[in-house]
Structure formats: structure tokens, C-alpha cells
């Protein structure tokens, strides 16, 4: 595996794999990785012919307050994992390689941002489109993989290598969840044991939202609001809870048939914030 952690030094790696005829598959991350990221590394694999990996805490996607300063950072061990997975080249820029200087340009995000964890962490996927976008520019994969937990994150991106024309294929991989359900995170590690064991709550309420409309429910205002009361009881503080249409990523309030959804909440249990969804096709 070949470490990299300046751009000019990436690009002459990648350069060399592109001369030998590989396809690149590229999985962006923030490190502390777990069986999510790894599982996203395993079908950039099966997608291409060479795995690269960034890990890179992008500032300009926390928000005053947020945890950049304190999110895990464990750069040996997440060496030794992408080693054992037969990555490629392993690209861990520091800041001052991705943000050099004052920036004169941003990238705004019309509509799409607007609900889910858009609208409650302003600024965060403009910040997440903003690193992606360079980074394209500087591995410019034939694949990228990113994960269905951060389901928004997936098709604002997905939209903006289109509208950026970026000559790269976007491919979901599939949520990666602890044997209780809770979908694995970096950020679980924040949480206490008392919290640990109620964190997989969020999953059953989604799964009881999906049940129920499968058998029926097609005006589920009432039975989110009961889901969120149950949460609330069992200690989560809830950022949102609601069903999203899986093209537009806004609410709605009455189901169509043949039409795909997302049930998604995002709740905090002290000061982590926990997200998960489940995709429907009604
Ligand atoms: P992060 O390091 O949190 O920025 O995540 C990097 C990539 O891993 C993103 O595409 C995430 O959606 C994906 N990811 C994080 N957690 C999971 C999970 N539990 N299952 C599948 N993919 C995940």
C-alpha cells in the first residue's frame, strides 16, 4: 500500500495505476474506520481495479460548536485495516494541503439541502460537497463509494458530479449495522454504555414506521409523532423524525404508490447525534 499525503505525490501514484489500464475506485472518508468503511472498500473492489482511500476530517463540514476538534482520529489503525484489505494508495492529506490560504469561492447548495440534516446543520453539506469536489479533482476515480447511512450526503453528491460533469460513477453501499441494529459510526464511540444499549432504538422505530406502512398506513403523521414520543421516552432527543421523498428529499405527508421513500431520523442521545434510515418502495 502506498501512503500518500500531498496531493502532487496522489496524483503520481494514481497516475502510475492509470498508465498500468486500472479503473479507479475511490472511498472517501474521515477516518476512525469501522466495518462500514470497510465494507465500502470491499465493493470498491468488486467496481474497479484499484482501491484508493482518503481520510481527511474536513473542517469546513463542522459547524461552530461541532465536534472537529474532539472526532476520533486513529490514523495507525486505520493504516493497518485498509493494508489488510489490500488498498491501493491510502491518501490522508493534512489541512494545509486541501485549505491553503484564504478561499475566494464556495459552493451553494439550491433546495437540496434544506431538510433532513440540512436543516439542521447549516453549512454541512456545502462543506461536504466543497471537499468531495476536490478531492474528484485530484484522485478523478472511474467509481466512488459512499454509504446509504448518510443517505442525503449520497444524492446531493450524486447530483453534483452530474451537474460538475465529473467523469465518475456514484455507487451506494449498503448500511453496515452492530448485531442489535445500531448502524455503525465513528461517532458511537462517544457514547456511554447506559447509551449504547438504548442507541438502537432509532433502528426498531424505523423498522415499526416501515411495518406499518407496508400494511397500510398511508398518511403517517400520527404514527411519527407516536414514534418520536416513544423515543423521547426512552431518553432520545429527537432532531427529526419523517418520511422523504427519495427523489426531492422533502417530506411528505400522504404516500403514492410506485413511489420510493426514505424513513429517516436523527436524534441525539447527550451530546451524540445519531442518524439512520431505511429506503421503502411503496
Ligand atoms: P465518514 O468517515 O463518516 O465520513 O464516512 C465515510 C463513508 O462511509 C461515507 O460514505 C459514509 O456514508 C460511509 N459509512 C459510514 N458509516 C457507515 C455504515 N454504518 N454503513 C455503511 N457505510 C457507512
Redesign the pocket.
Known amino acids: 500500500m502506498v501512503f500518500e499525503t500531498t496531493i502532487e505525490g496522489v496524483r503520481k501514484s494514481i497516475g502510475t495505476l492509470k498508465k498500468a489500464g486500472k479503473k479507479i475506485g475511490f472511498?472517501?472518508?474521515?477516518?476512525?474506520l469501522?466495518?462500514?468503511?470497510l465494507?465500502?472498500i470491499r465493493l470498491a473492489r468488486e467496481h474497479s481495479d484499484a482501491v484508493v482511500v482518503s481520510i481527511f476530517v474536513n473542517p469546513e463540514q463542522f459547524g461552530p460548536g461541532e465536534d472537529f476538534k474532539t472526532y476520533p482520529r486513529t490514523l495507525e489503525e486505520d493504516m493497518e485495516k485498509c493494508r489488510n484489505l489490500n488498498v491501493d494508495i491510502l491518501f490522508a492529506p493534512e489541512r494545509s494541503a486541501m485549505y491553503s490560504g484564504e478561499r475566494k469561492f464556495s459552493i451553494h447548495i439550491q433546495e437540496l439541502d434544506k431538510h433532513m440534516c440540512g436543516a439542521s446543520r447549516p453549512g454541512f453539506f456545502e462543506g461536504v460537497v466543497l471537499v468531495v469536489n476536490k478531492l474528484f479533482n485530484i484522485i478523478e476515480p472511474d467509481s466512488a463509494?459512499?454509504?446509504?447511512?448518510?443517505i442525503q450526503?449520497?444524492l446531493i453528491l450524486k447530483r453534483m458530479a452530474k451537474e460538475f460533469n465529473h467523469r465518475v460513477e456514484l455507487v451506494m453501499?449498503?448500511?453496515?449495522?452492530a448485531n442489535d441494529g445500531l448502524?455503525?459510526?465513528?461517532r458511537n464511540a462517544y457514547l456511554s454504555s447506559k447509551e449504547r444499549r438504548i442507541a438502537p432504538g432509532l433502528y426498531r422505530s424505523l423498522r415499526y414506521i416501515k411495518k406499518q406502512i407496508m400494511d397500510g398506513v398511508n398518511e403517517p403523521h400520527m404514527l411519527i409523532n407516536h414514534q418520536k414520543d416513544e423515543l423521547e421516552a426512552k431518553g432520545f432527543k429527537i432532531d427529526y423524525l419523517n418520511i422523504f421523498s427519495a427523489k426531492t428529499l422533502k417530506p411528505v405527508n400522504v404516500l403514492q404508490v410506485d413511489e420510493e421513500y426514505v424513513i429517516a431520523g436523527a436524534v441525539f442521545l447527550g451530546e451524540t447525534r445519531l442518524i439512520d434510515n431505511i429506503i421503502i418502495q411503496y
Do not use: W
Open positions: 472511498v472517501p472518508t474521515m477516518g476512525a469501522h466495518e462500514g468503511h465494507e465500502l463509494l459512499f454509504g446509504q447511512k448518510d450526503q449520497y453501499g449498503p448500511i453496515v449495522r448502524a455503525l459510526s465513528s
